[in-house]
């Protein structure tokens, strides 16, 4: 203990600055970032808007601390990031604080944003939350619908969605469950199969948002038609990424046979949800290969690691049935299979062997029926 104090006493220096105001010391604060002190875009976003507020000061801070509430300090930036670009436009090289800095510097400006910020910050929060109050508020029969797409962006995690469906949400709540649905599917194609460039549809997220809340309306046909056709997939392109996919997130894979298995079953009570608890992701070849796999390897050209990820190599089956399958050899599996209600699964009984040339098989058969279910407009 001694020698901590001694060190904290030779080392350790505390500085006093005496400041005539609120003001004041928030230049201080910023000048101290220039000087080489690291802060984090946040503190001096907020630092910014308190200095700028000057005599409206309490409700900056009011304002600030109910959107902390709202989206927790994690996501804050981002969520400043896709409201500048959904009601801004474009942020410029110098960065999103220069932006905001250089826009907003008069006391009524700062007020005015950072109310701006509070009011959305909510909605923003109900976009990655299918459980938020705001969904309670819509029609019953759209619950449902808007909850479940809410649930898959979750898992997709298209970030630039969110400028225009921020856009919609605000500005035209009766075409939203549309609009959501087009993008989802949209960005289902763009990004999370052909894992096509963001950039690219960044501008015309941001050209879309805006005309949004100039019209104050949305169409989700126009939309597509107008800003986001030309970068569409078409079938072909789709088809073919899909055909050779690789998925290693669980929740992505388990999200796309329930779409696909809820296609296939004409029976309600046969279908299958996005809840993770109601089924398991089952990989036909298992991820951990035991002796029972040992003597196929033959079947897998390039090796079995090059084949458990597929698509065409997954499934889903009742939790119950999961546990008693483990690594069995596929015999074994598709006795337990056969006792699944699941169509998806059901279609894997018709295979006397699991080769590398059956999971390539499943998968552009899975492929057809992805074109079918992700369309725009659907």
Not at 110 to 136: F, G, I, K, N
Request: hydrophobic residues 40%.
């Amino acid at each position: 203990a001694t020698a901590i104090i001694e060190s904290l006493n030779h080392r350790v220096y505390v500085i006093r600055i005496d400041v005539k105001d609120d003001y004041n010391a928030f230049l201080l604060f910023e000048t101290l970032n220039d000087r080489g002190m690291e802060l984090s875009e946040a503190d001096l976003l907020k630092n910014h808007l308190f200095a700028a507020s000057r005599k409206r000061l309490g409700e900056a801070q009011g304002n600030w601390d109910l959107m902390e509430h709202n989206l927790g300090s994690e996501r804050l930036i981002k969520f400043v990031r896709h409201h500048w670009l959904s009601t801004r436009g474009q942020i410029s090289e110098r960065g999103l604080y220069s932006d905001i800095k250089a826009s907003i510097a008069a006391p009524e400006d700062a007020a005015a944003y950072s109310e701006a910020l509070c009011e959305a910050s909510d909605t923003y929060a109900a976009l990655s939350s299918p459980r938020h109050h705001l969904w309670a508020t819509f029609p019953n029969n759209q619950q449902p619908a808007i909850r479940e797409l809410i649930e898959t962006i979750e898992i997709l995690r298209p970030e630039q969605l969110f400028i225009v469906l921020l856009a919609a949400l605000q500005t035209d709540r009766r075409s939203f469950l549309k609009v959501t649905r087009l993008l989802v599917n949209f960005t289902f194609r763009y990004n999370t199969i052909c894992n096509l460039s963001p950039s690219n549809i960044l501008q015309p997220f941001i050209a879309a948002a805006r005309e949004i809340r100039e019209t104050g309306r949305v169409d989700a046909k126009t939309l597509f038609q107008t800003y986001l056709s030309p970068l569409y997939p078409e079938d072909s392109q789709f088809h073919s990424a899909f055909s050779r996919k690789v998925i290693r997130s669980n929740a992505q894979a388990r999200y796309i046979l329930a779409k696909i298995n809820d296609h296939l079953s004409p029976n309600p009570s046969l279908r299958t949800q996005v809840d993770p608890f109601s089924t398991d992701l089952e990989h036909i070849l298992p991820k951990r290969h035991n002796a029972d796999w040992e003597g196929t390897r033959r079947d897998f050209p390039g090796g079995i690691d090059k084949f458990v990820y597929r698509l065409g190599n997954m499934t889903l089956i009742s939790a119950k049935l999961n546990r008693e399958l483990g690594n069995a050899d596929f015999e074994t599996k598709k006795k337990v299979f056969a006792r699944d209600c699941l169509d998806i699964t059901q279609k894997v009984i018709g295979s006397e062997r699991w080769t590398g040339e059956e999971i390539k098989n499943r998968q552009n058969w899975l492929a057809s029926l992805a074109c079918k279910i992700w369309r725009c407009p659907d």
